[in-house]
């Protein structure tokens, strides 16, 4: 009998297990089914800074020692900027109250520094969520911590009418390039990095002998003329 994976959904929790049919009879009476951890999904609080930046700096630490744009905010105090920025969402999903992963999405086009062009989406009939963030804490990749955030910010962006999820992932984070590709995402445009070498010298010149002391030129013979030779 086929098993099928899907959510229950109890308020705001959905816990991810197998749902069965009536073979449950035959288990009841044999081994006590194992309880799956329960993933939980909340806005963060200002309460959260702290310990999610540490998740984030965490999470991100072996992708960026890979790629040449920092793949999480710079530093504290720019996280906590976007914590004071309007309409950006941050989730935290929680196990038993260990954030497992953060989720960190945009509506629209926000802030006086972003680069994104809306009209390239205007003129496609996209409605995109912008997704700014998503990781998982390390030690729960492949548990499905990262499907279930991905279906949070579908489902986020079917409340809010939007019809895409719109995110950018550098090149050089081939699991998570891979990730998205296996869950319908499509490449729109890409910004590449490009280096060519450049022959280096020192800035400053190498120590030099002085020529030694030069004549005075006034006791060159024909003292006293021109240069144009005018008298
Ligand atoms: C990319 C990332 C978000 C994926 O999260 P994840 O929790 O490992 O993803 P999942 O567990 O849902 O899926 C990963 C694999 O686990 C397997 N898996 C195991 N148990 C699973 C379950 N219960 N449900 C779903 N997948 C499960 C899946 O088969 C999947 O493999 P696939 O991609 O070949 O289908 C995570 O690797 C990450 O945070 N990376 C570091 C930060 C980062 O790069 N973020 C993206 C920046 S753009």
Partial sequence: MARRRSPRKTGNQT???????PVVAKRARGKKKQAQPLIAVRHMTRRDIGRVWEFLKLSFRDVNAETVEYQRPRSKHRFE????????????????DAIVAYAECTYEVTGSDNWINPRYFEKRDMRPLFVDELAV???WHGKGVGSFALEQLHHLARVHGLNHLVLEVAENNERALEWYKKRAFKKLDAAVFMATSVDTEPELLPPRELAGQREPASTLPGEGSEPDGES
């Fill in 81 to 96: 900027e976007i914590f004071e920025e309007e309409g950006i969402e941050q989730l935290l999903f929680e196990v038993d």
């Fill in 137 to 139: 804490h390390p030690e």
């Fill in 15 to 21: 816990s991810v297990v197998a749902e069965e049919r």
